[in-house]
Nanobody, 128 residues
């Protein structure tokens, strides 16, 4: 089992940047596929980005492609989401998620039900 703790959220002006971190407990972080999701106010949770367990494959939602970058550091059991050129519509609670149900070479996972573990979320607010 793994526990996930997000950090790095906050208030930023449109066009600014933030880097979210997701710290994972346990000694098998390198076997987990990781994902980032977000839930805007009054809306359902949506996929943002994912990275395979191997770290060699990533996938992004069209709305963030070219602006956000997902990465992982297995030495520190941490996943990251670098967010650049932020827009007001990026305002949401951001969650990281993890699973090791699949091979580390499996394509990045985009569906919430594919993940077994979730963090508590971190608020990102982008002002116009």
């Amino acid at each position: 089992q793994v526990q996930l703790v997000e950090s790095g959220g906050g208030l930023v002006q449109a066009g600014g940047s933030l880097r979210l971190s997701c710290a994972a407990s346990g000694r098998t972080f390198s076997t987990y596929a990781m994902g980032w999701f977000r839930q805007p106010p009054g809306k359902e949770r949506e996929f943002v980005a994912a990275i395979s367990g191997s770290g060699t494959n990533t996938y992004y939602a069209d709305s963030v492609k070219g602006r956000f970058t997902i990465s992982r550091d297995d030495a520190t059991n941490t996943a990251y989401l670098q967010m650049n050129s932020l827009k007001p519509e990026d305002t949401a609670v951001y969650y990281c998620a993890a699973t090791r149900r699949y091979s580390i070479f499996h394509i990045p996972l985009r569906a919430g039900p594919d993940y077994d573990y979730w963090g508590q979320g971190t608020q990102v607010t982008v002002s116009s």
